[in-house]
Every structure is written in structure tokens, then in C-alpha cells.
């Protein structure tokens, strides 16, 4: 026989006369009864300790244990206490928690673990300003640039200029501009990927444009008398 409830751990240790025996009054053997007897099981029991814990990447946050005995009724509902749990971002990916997801490892234990949902990161980038041109974004670039994804921009150089494309860095690279037919606009493009989010932030921040203000030369000719 068997008994269980979520107060206690019941070992069966034989019979008695007496209803809720326990191991201290159990029958030493049974004998063949001569009438109708009533028998029941004995058991000793152990107070059942339910343990938890709260883990956030494998990072221990909270734990604690309670019962069904001697525990204030308040300390038998799990909650967590701390600081909501966060995920670092990757350069491509931005986490939000999303609550915990128990598991039970054991009959008397529970983990729960943070859970996430996630986003395509964003980048925010830095448009040089510079004398002798415009720099302007492209058609449908908004204030951020996803992971990935391209920021578009032109750069416009002003009269008076060297109309030839100007020397346009990206964290010290050199881009290489599209003319637009019969225009002094040029057309740059800086993929939004890298290494790491730092490559990628000093990419679209680290931007430099330099132009050339148009040089003549001039021959003086000696006048002559005749």
C-alpha cells in the first residue's frame, strides 16, 4: 500500500489495529483471525521540503525551499524578488525577457528559467558635415540602421569644387562612391555587419568626407613693345 499528500513522504511499515498508525505502533505479525477484523496500514512519514530556484543563463538569481507543515502559508507561493533578469545584447540580436519556464529536475525541486523573446538589433549611425559638399541619406533610410542591413547616403559636392569623387572613410577605410549620371552626386553605401557590435557602430560612426577645392594655374605672359 501506498499514501502520499503534499505535506509528507510515507513509508509503508506494516499493519495495526489503530487507524493513522505510524511505525511506533505496528503489529509484530498477524494472526488468523476469528471474526471479522479491521486492519490498516502504518506509516512513518517525513516532512516533504519543496525547493526552487530562479537561473538566468545558467546564473543562479534566487532560491529558497518551503513546506506544508511548518512554513508560514505566505512562504508556500514562489515568487521572485530581484531585478528583472536581462540578456546581453549580440551585434545582431537584442534580447527582452519574457518570463520563466519551470522545469522540475526531481520529484521535489523546481528551476525556473528566464526566457526571452528577440529582436533584429539597430544601429544608430553619424553623418559628417563638410565644407564644400552635402551629405544627405538615401531614399528610405530611417534613424537606425538594422543589423545587416545597408546605410545609404550621398554626398554632393558644391561649385567650385574638384568635381572628381571625393575621399570618403568609414572607420578609416576607404569607400567607393557611385556617380550618378551628369551630377556631382555620389552614391555611398556602409553594410551594417562586422566583427563585433563595436566594428559595426565605429563603422556607421566613424565616417569622413574630404574635398578638393578646384586649383588653376595661371601663365604670365611678358608684354612686349614693338
Do not use: C, M
Not at 545584447?89 to 534580447?95: A, E, N, P, R, W
Not at 551629405?135 to 528610405?140: M, R
Request: charged content about 25%; cysteine-free.
Amino acid at each position: 500500500p501506498s499514501r502520499t499528500d503534499k505535506k509528507y513522504e510515507y513509508t509503508f511499515e506494516g499493519w495495526s489495529y489503530a487507524p493513522d498508525a505510524d511505525e511506533n505502533n505496528v503489529l509484530e505479525k498477524l494472526v488468523v483471525a476469528k471474526s471479522d477484523i479491521t486492519v490498516f496500514a502504518a506509516y512513518s512519514k517525513k516532512i516533504i521540503n519543496y525547493t526552487y530556484k530562479f537561473v538566468n543563463d545558467g546564473v543562479e538569481l534566487q532560491k529558497g525551499s518551503y513546506n506544508f507543515v511548518t512554513s508560514p502559508e505566505e512562504n508556500t507561493v514562489v515568487k521572485y524578488t530581484g531585478e528583472t533578469p536581462e540578456r546581453a545584447s549580440t551585434k545582431d540580436k537584442v534580447f527582452t525577457f519574457d518570463g520563466w519556464k519551470a522545469t522540475t529536475p526531481s520529484r521535489y525541486s523546481t528551476v525556473y528559467e528566464a526566457t526571452y523573446t528577440s529582436e533584429t538589433r539597430e544601429y544608430g549611425y553619424t553623418l559628417p558635415t563638410v565644407g564644400g559638399a552635402t551629405v544627405a541619406l538615401g531614399e528610405g533610410i530611417g534613424e537606425t540602421v538594422k543589423f545587416g542591413e545597408n546605410l545609404v547616403f550621398t554626398v554632393t559636392l558644391d561649385e567650385g569644387h574638384d568635381q572628381n569623387a571625393p575621399v570618403v572613410k568609414s572607420n578609416g577605410e576607404i569607400l567607393t562612391g557611385e556617380q550618378i549620371p551628369d551630377s556631382s552626386t555620389y552614391v555611398y553605401v556602409i553594410n551594417a555587419d562586422g566583427a563585433d557590435a563595436t566594428e559595426i557602430e565605429n563603422k556607421l560612426n566613424d565616417i569622413t568626407v574630404s574635398t578638393t577645392i578646384n586649383k588653376y594655374t595661371v601663365d604670365v605672359v611678358k608684354a612686349t613693345n614693338e
